[in-house]
């Protein structure tokens, strides 16, 4: 019988395919520009299901490798083209396919589109942009553009309406400061998140006085990248992880655009944006100047505010591209005071403050360089710079319902920065065995700030002259002066590390070492005067003050992707916090700090599932957990005369947990999944912050037991939006549940009998609601937009201030609204 030979010949040939297949080949391609024939240099190519991608060199060939034999999705993406998805049948033997791209058109018509074709909402980071790794992290991107929002005031309520659990200060003029916190961090000018633009420091010394008193435009923002935690490995020891502004850049395919925006509204606001951009051969281009002044909700809150910006970048080779930025901003704002709780449930808009004025001047600057080694390895190298000052003037006794006398001194804070830093980093993507890949990420950064920081007494009078004069020249609220510098010097290394077990599962480990130094040099004086306001003594006390310290952290994260559309993902990272020097010395009527001071250690950690489902719907659920060790932070306290105080202090340990959710829907997408994309558009997002933190150990037994400051148990935003063809409008809705100001959870009322019932610093931030809505409409080169912000009128407050621009009860702003008429050409 032939029988055996039948079969032995069935099973050669069913060995045959299965080895073929389990074959591993390499598919060699070249992209050329369809209407020239030219290579397309630069032009991603990705494998759809899997990790690979590769970039076409100068002839613009590509190579992937270790694929299986059938057919494989690609997609091709390249600066000044059309995106392109196409299949390709790889033999086992593997082949050579050519690839056709698209330029984009240099003018367009109206286009209307009725649903992005991969995702819309709140995107994310991918596991690695440029030279960053950001893979197992909980990353959020907003980009403005698909906003229906009132952009030219900055309000960061509706900017950062989709991004779970933030918690927002409200008391700013005009947006011209950002002060968001989350997870029981201080919203005081972010500074618990490493703040940059373009991937470079603005705040006035990232480890010394990490205060932003300058934020990007949101007109001019492209996108904004907010990284939780886990980011300190890259970025920094922070626990709020990295905020980064991402401006717009040069048209690739144009030689000149101009956009400009002009906004008026209530309370005498009126704003101004023109910016220009442009390519021309190898030099790119890109600047904008903006004007915005206003006189705000309340009496005496006028500013007036200038911001300028130049981006110029030159392609010296394929594969080596430099550039320089240049920022300029400077504002001056009248600061009406703050209010007692008797005075707000009174009035909120009033205010008995006259004399208090802020000014800031803040230069920025940039150099830096994108130098492709070869299709798997980037260098970036990165200086930067700071000359900046601040100066506050005012008037700010602890009991804020006390009458202002003009014949009084005022106090005056100023606040010199000349900073410099410098950042490297080199990416490397390369193989490790047949079903092992891996991205490294290496770099450094070395910074050094040198800060001179003054308080003492400023004239009488209402004007904004910001000049020191002597005790004797009047009577004043202070009674203390001091002068210091703080040259900070910081050193550190960092690496993280992708390993791809296969196409679904990831490690990404990470260690940061930091080298820190802080000093801090001067003198500190008090004034003793008698009952008439004589001055009996003049005492003055010299200090210098030095800490070096070293340490290393670490991080690993974790992620699984059972589908190309889910992932599960988890990181847990050591975060660190170096006292500041407005911890070290600063005086203010209300407020004692606690000369034993030390850094903040701890570890943030994430659990989570996000996704896409289809086209209808997009979201990110997951739950967190951070510790605190020696939290820096405020209780009451009071003076030998039984006057009300905080004091500043190590508090404690203190545990946060809590879950995050967020989820948008395309309604129309989800009751009609068959239908063709229609001109009408309707999607709807929500997201809730659930979080539960208390203080779990502290020398205070006050603190035991109590809620963390500045941590609402309930944070809630929603709100839809809706249009037809290039009519656009949306309506977002915002919850914040009760939260405390210190860490005794003290309360506060009109009715309050303690000894000072007009004192305001300490107490309860009551739950809050606010409803804003927006409109936009859009033909060509106009676009017409309208908002209305606090819809319902809503009489609150977010903050309670220790000094400036209070003390006392800062209230947000009522009802306002906003009209803008936008062109571009």
């Known amino acids: 019988?032939?029988?055996?030979?039948?079969?032995?010949?069935?099973?050669?040939?069913?060995?045959?395919?299965?080895?073929?297949?389990?074959?591993?080949?390499?598919?060699?391609?070249?992209?050329?520009?369809?209407?020239?024939?030219?290579?397309?240099?630069?032009?991603?190519?990705?494998?759809?299901?899997?990790?690979?991608?590769?970039?076409?060199?100068?002839?613009?060939?590509?190579?992937?490798?270790?694929?299986?034999?059938?057919?494989?999705?690609?997609?091709?993406?390249?600066?000044?083209?059309?995106?392109?998805?196409?299949?390709?049948?790889?033999?086992?033997?593997?082949?050579?396919?050519?690839?056709?791209?698209?330029?984009?058109?240099?003018?367009?018509?109206?286009?209307?589109?009725?649903?992005?074709?991969?995702?819309?909402?709140?995107?994310?980071?991918?596991?690695?942009?440029?030279?960053?790794?950001?893979?197992?992290?909980?990353?959020?991107?907003?980009?403005?553009?698909?906003?229906?929002?009132?952009?030219?005031?900055?309000?960061?309520?509706?900017?950062?309406?989709?991004?779970?659990?933030?918690?927002?200060?409200?008391?700013?003029?005009?947006?011209?400061?950002?002060?968001?916190?989350?997870?029981?961090?201080?919203?005081?000018?972010?500074?618990?998140?490493?703040?940059?633009?373009?991937?470079?420091?603005?705040?006035?010394?990232?480890?010394?006085?990490?205060?932003?008193?300058?934020?990007?435009?949101?007109?001019?923002?492209?996108?904004?990248?907010?990284?939780?935690?886990?980011?300190?490995?890259?970025?920094?020891?922070?626990?709020?992880?990295?905020?980064?502004?991402?401006?717009?850049?040069?048209?690739?395919?144009?030689?000149?655009?101009?956009?400009?925006?002009?906004?008026?509204?209530?309370?005498?606001?009126?704003?101004?944006?023109?910016?220009?951009?442009?390519?021309?051969?190898?030099?790119?281009?890109?600047?904008?100047?903006?004007?915005?002044?206003?006189?705000?909700?309340?009496?005496?809150?006028?500013?007036?505010?200038?911001?300028?910006?130049?981006?110029?970048?030159?392609?010296?080779?394929?594969?080596?591209?430099?550039?320089?930025?240049?920022?300029?901003?400077?504002?001056?704002?009248?600061?009406?005071?703050?209010?007692?709780?008797?005075?707000?449930?009174?009035?909120?808009?009033?205010?008995?403050?006259?004399?208090?004025?802020?000014?800031?001047?803040?230069?920025?600057?940039?150099?830096?360089?994108?130098?492709?080694?070869?299709?798997?390895?980037?260098?970036?190298?990165?200086?930067?710079?700071?000359?900046?000052?601040?100066?506050?003037?005012?008037?700010?006794?602890?009991?804020?319902?006390?009458?202002?006398?003009?014949?009084?001194?005022?106090?005056?804070?100023?606040?010199?920065?000349?900073?410099?830093?410098?950042?490297?980093?080199?990416?490397?993507?390369?193989?490790?065995?047949?079903?092992?890949?891996?991205?490294?990420?290496?770099?450094?950064?070395?910074?050094?700030?040198?800060?001179?920081?003054?308080?003492?007494?400023?004239?009488?009078?209402?004007?904004?002259?910001?000049?020191?004069?002597?005790?004797?020249?009047?009577?004043?609220?202070?009674?203390?002066?001091?002068d210091y510098r703080f040259p900070n010097y910081n050193a550190a290394l960092f690496a993280e590390n992708i390993v791809y077990f296969g196409e679904k599962f990831s490690l990404t480990p990470g260690l940061r070492y930091e080298y820190i130094r802080t000093r801090a040099k001067g003198a500190y004086g008090s004034v003793d005067r008698d009952l008439a306001g004589n001055i009996i003594a003049v005492r003055t006390f010299s200090e210098e003050r030095s800490s070096p310290r070293g340490f290393v952290i670490g991080g690993l994260g974790a992620s699984f992707k059972p589908v190309e559309q889910r992932e599960f993902y988890t990181n847990v990272s050591q975060n660190y916090r170096s006292i500041t020097f407005s911890d070290m010395q600063i005086a203010n009527n209300s407020l004692v700090i606690d000369p034993n001071l030390r850094d903040e250690r701890g570890y943030s950690a994430d659990l989570g599932l996000r996704g896409d489902q289809g086209q209808w719907l997009t979201y990110d659920l997951s739950l967190f957990a951070l510790r605190y060790n020696n939290r820096i932070g405020e209780v009451q306290t009071y003076d030998r005369n039984d006057r009300t105080l905080r004091l500043r202090g190590n508090i404690g340990r203190a545990l946060i947990l809590g879950v995050e959710s967020y989820a948008e829907a395309d309604v129309l997408q989800l009751l009609r999944p068959t239908a063709e994309p229609k001109r009408w558009r309707l999607s709807s997002f929500g997201n809730l912050a659930l979080i539960r933190s208390r203080y779990t150990a502290s020398q205070n037994a006050e603190v035991v037991g109590k809620q963390v400051e500045f941590v609402p148990v309930v944070n809630l935003k929603t709100g839809v939006q809706g249009g037809y063809g290039p009519l656009k409008a949306s309506l977002q809705f915002t919850y914040l549940s009760d939260q405390f100001s210190e860490a005794t959870n003290a309360p506060n009322s009109p009715q309050d009998a303690r000894p000072d019932p007009n004192f305001a610093v300490v107490g309860l931030i009551p739950a809050y609601q606010i409803l804003d809505a927006s409109v936009s409409w859009e033909r060509r080169w106009l676009k017409l937009e309208g908002s209305v912000n606090n819809l319902g009128n809503a009489r609150y407050f977010t903050r309670r201030a220790t000094g400036y621009p209070g003390p006392g009860i800062l209230p947000s702003d009522g009802r306002s609204f906003f009209l803008t008429a936008a062109v571009k050409w």
């Not at 910006?309 to 901003?329: F, P, S, W």
């Not at 009406?336 to 800031?360: C, E, I, K, T, Y």
């Not at 014949?407 to 390369?430: C, K």
């Open 1 to 482: 019988m032939r029988l055996p030979v039948y079969s032995a010949a069935l099973a050669a040939s069913v060995l045959s395919t299965t080895a073929a297949f389990a074959q591993q080949v390499t598919l060699q391609g070249r992209v050329r520009e369809a209407a020239t024939n030219l290579p397309v240099a630069g032009c991603e190519v990705y494998v759809r299901g899997s990790r690979q991608i590769a970039r076409t060199d100068s002839a613009g060939l590509f190579t992937l490798t270790k694929l299986t034999p059938g057919r494989q999705q690609l997609q091709l993406s390249s600066l000044g083209h059309q995106p392109l998805r196409t299949e390709v049948e790889v033999s086992a033997a593997g082949g050579v396919f050519d690839f056709s791209l698209t330029r984009r058109e240099r003018q367009l018509q109206e286009v209307v589109v009725a649903a992005p074709p991969a995702r819309f909402g709140q995107t994310r980071l991918r596991e690695v942009e440029g030279t960053a790794i950001f893979a197992a992290k909980k990353s959020e991107v907003i980009v403005p553009d698909n906003l229906v929002a009132n952009l030219a005031t900055n309000n960061a309520r509706q900017v950062y309406g989709r991004v779970a659990g933030l918690n927002i200060w409200e008391s700013d003029q005009g947006g011209l400061q950002l002060s968001i916190g989350g997870r029981g961090l201080d919203p005081n000018r972010t500074a618990n998140f490493n703040v940059r633009q373009n991937n470079y420091d603005i705040s006035a010394d990232a480890l010394g006085y990490p205060e932003s008193y300058y934020t990007p435009p949101i007109e001019a923002v492209k996108r904004i990248q907010l990284v939780r935690g886990a980011a300190s490995l890259q970025y920094g020891t922070q626990f709020g992880g990295l905020l980064n502004f991402e401006l717009r850049g040069p048209e690739p395919d144009k030689t000149f655009t101009v956009t400009s925006r002009q906004t008026v509204g209530s309370f005498g606001f009126f704003n101004s944006f023109t910016s220009v951009g442009g390519t021309v051969k190898k030099l790119s281009y890109y600047g904008f100047a903006q004007y915005k002044r206003g006189d705000g909700w309340r009496p005496n809150s006028h500013f007036d505010s200038k911001t300028a910006y130049a981006d110029v970048r030159y392609q010296l080779t394929e594969n080596l591209k430099v550039g320089a930025q240049v920022t300029h901003m400077d504002y001056l704002a009248q600061q009406p005071g703050g209010l007692s709780d008797r005075q707000f449930a009174q009035n909120p808009r009033q205010s008995n403050r006259a004399r208090n004025w802020f000014a800031v001047d803040w230069n920025l600057f940039n150099l830096s360089a994108d130098w492709k080694l070869s299709s798997r390895a980037n260098v970036n190298l990165t200086t930067f710079g700071l000359v900046a000052e601040r100066k506050a003037l005012g008037y700010r006794p602890n009991f804020v319902e006390r009458a202002d006398d003009e014949s009084q001194l005022r106090d005056l804070i100023t606040g010199d920065f000349r900073n410099a830093g410098l950042e490297a980093r080199y990416l490397n993507r390369y193989p490790l065995s047949d079903t092992k890949s891996g991205v490294l990420l290496v770099g450094t950064r070395l910074y050094r700030g040198n800060n001179h920081s003054i308080q003492g007494f400023g004239p009488a009078g209402r004007g904004a002259n910001f000049r020191f004069v002597g005790a004797e020249e009047g009577q004043s609220s202070q009674s203390a002066y001091s």
